[in-house]
T-cell receptor, first 114, second 114 residues
Framework: GENVEQHPSTLSVQEGDSAVIKCTYSDSASNYFPWYKQELGKRPQLIIDIRSNVGEKKDQRIAVTLNKTAKHFSLHITETQPEDSAVYFCAASNGLGNNNDMRFGAGTRLTVKP | NAGVTQTPKFQVLKTGQSMTLQCAQDMNHEYMSWYRQDPGMGLRLIHYSVGAGITDQGEVPNGYNVSRSTTEDFPLRLLSAAPSQTSVYFC?????????????FGSGTRLTVV
């Protein structure tokens, strides 16, 4: 099955700086790559996603890039704010046929210092 | 529209006991999954379903059973609880993973096995 690796496991930045989280995946057939944000004690929530036919997607301060050749994708957060502090998870899924399971990375704990 | 509803929110079991974690969604989603979340290990897929009557195993299925008799419900059964099953369990649903729709998560069940 798919294996997703995520780095770094912890990341601390100063408010206003940028943060980058990187993930690699193993299954070249994976075609959907979402990112989730989980605040302490809460459920994961989808913040942005990208499909394999797109190289980059942006939504205000967050963006995701995908390199299919290298099998890695990244989350970029610009102008970080204290409320961005949370655990972020990447995931990968191959939606072909009935193989619709989604695998997650181990998570990155982002701390934004005011 | 309640989204994804999980019950109970908290549960303590003794080793060897069995129980069922309930999950229901009212969004008419075909895709549903169960994940467990342990510190430092992200979200690991237990079982998933692509529609009523269809289920499949994820990466950590041992000790768990599922069934999908209706589109709305996807219960997770622990057959004989073990301390290693102490975790937070999340149910999730999606309109379609293959079409690039992310999962909506329930609020989670925190299970402790003593």
């Amino acid at each position: 099955g798919e294996n997703v690796e995520q780095h770094p496991s912890t990341l601390s930045v100063q408010e206003g700086d940028s943060a980058v989280i990187k993930c690699t995946y193993s299954d070249s057939a994976s075609n959907y790559f979402p990112w989730y944000k989980q605040e302490l004690g809460k459920r994961p929530q989808l913040i942005i996603d990208i499909r394999s036919n797109v190289g980059e997607k942006k939504d205000q301060r967050i963006a995701v890039t995908l390199n299919k050749t290298a099998k890695h994708f990244s989350l970029h957060i610009t102008e970080t704010q204290p409320e961005d502090s949370a655990v972020y998870f990447c995931a990968a899924s191959n939606g072909l046929g009935n193989n619709n399971d989604m695998r997650f990375g181990a998570g990155t704990r982002l701390t934004v210092k005011p | 529209n309640a989204g994804v509803t999980q019950t109970p929110k908290f549960q303590v079991l003794k080793t060897g006991q069995s129980m069922t974690l309930q999950c229901a969604q009212d969004m008419n989603h075909e895709y549903m999954s169960w994940y467990r979340q342990d510190p430092g290990m992200g979200l690991r897929l237990i079982h998933y379903s692509v529609g009523a009557g269809i289920t499949d195993q994820g990466e950590v299925p041992n000790g768990y059973n599922v069934s999908r008799s209706t589109t709305e419900d996807f219960p997770l059964r622990l057959l004989s609880a073990a301390p290693s099953q102490t975790s937070v369990y999340f149910c999730a649903s999606s309109y379609s993973i293959s079409l690039g729709y992310g999962y909506t998560f329930g609020s989670g069940t925190r299970l402790t096995v003593v």
